[in-house]
């Protein structure tokens, strides 16, 4: 059974930096293309970033390009988003997605708040 585990949420101020991980297990991950969604109160979950199975191509919505990075590294089967200059409109539940052809996963999410 797939299981993914988002870490390293929290309060920070504006203008401050995150650095999320998501831990996968039960699935071959170098297979599986990752990406961040993120949801804010009342608001459809939204594509954060998104990166290839093998880390070679990247893509980021246009809300975030130039502040967050996605990274993975295939031998821990670890995928993190470092996030950086955070805004208060980045407040969201933050969540880890793994797809392979039809296979999807979804992690519980991780909470980040920014608040002065």
């Known amino acids: 059974q797939a299981h993914l585990v988002e870490s390293g949420g929290g309060l920070v101020q504006p203008g401050g930096s995150l650095r999320l991980s998501c831990a996968a297990s039960g699935l071959t991950f170098s297979r599986y293309a990752m990406s961040w969604y993120r949801q804010a109160p009342g608001k459809e979950r939204e594509l954060v970033a998104a990166?290839?199975?093998?880390?070679?191509?990247?893509n980021y919505a246009d809300s975030v390009k130039g502040r967050f990075t996605i990274s993975r590294d295939n031998a821990k089967n670890l995928v993190y988003l470092q996030m950086n200059s955070l805004k208060l409109e980045d407040t969201a539940v933050y969540y880890c997605?793994?797809?392979?052809?039809?296979?999807?996963?979804w992690g519980q999410g991780t909470q980040v708040t920014v608040s002065s």
């Open positions: 990166i290839t199975n093998t880390g070679e191509s990247t």
């Open positions: 997605n793994a797809k392979w052809w039809s296979l999807g996963y």
